[in-house]
């Protein structure tokens, strides 16, 4: 092998170990973007969204949504994301509702958000309800909660 060949090698195992390194700076940027928390709080799970939604985090947020409610008993759940910057576009949301996993458990959801994105929680809670998806949105949480709670009453 030849000084030259020697040089590519070595020049494209340097090239492969940065795209290595700034795909995993990716990652954990994507994990620190958002931060999940969770409780429950009267047969509601109750579900606290901080920090930045992306393309890139949103089918994980959606996992540990999953998960979280697969682990409960329950059928009712408040997503409160009035501190989690960034929203999808109107195209994105309608999308995003036609992809929701079929494991998804069913679940009667309030949705907590800012007065500011009002427009947007309208059309997504359209988009929602024509899916056949229980979810409701507000900006203020204890209604949210009343709501819910009036929804296990009827069962």
């Known amino acids: 092998m030849g000084n ?3 040089v590519k090698q070595m020049i494209d195992l340097q090239n492969k170990s940065f795209e290595n390194y700034f795909l995993a700076t990716d990652m954990i940027k994507d994990q620190a973007a958002y931060q999940m928390s969770s409780s429950m709080n009267e047969g509601i799970l ?3 969204l901080t920090g930045k939604l992306t393309n890139r985090n949103v089918d994980k947020i959606i996992s540990e949504l999953i ?22 576009d109107f195209s994105e949301a309608d999308i995003f509702v ?3 996993p079929s494991d998804k458990p069913k679940m009667n959801t ?3 958000d800012t007065v500011e994105n009002a427009d947007y929680n309208s059309f997504y809670e359209i988009v929602t309800l024509n899916a056949g998806l229980s979810f409701k949105t ?9 709501w819910l709670k009036s929804r296990y009453s009827n069962r």
């Open 46 to 48: 109750e579900v606290v």
């Open 138 to 146: 507000f900006t203020d949480i204890d209604i949210a909660r009343a």
């Open 67 to 88: 998960v979280l409610q697969k682990s409960l008993n329950t059928n009712d759940e408040l997503i409160d994301v009035r501190k989690l910057k960034g929203r999808f």
């Open 98 to 100: 036609k992809t929701i």
């Open 110 to 112: 309030a949705f907590v």
């Open 4 to 6: 030259k060949q020697i």
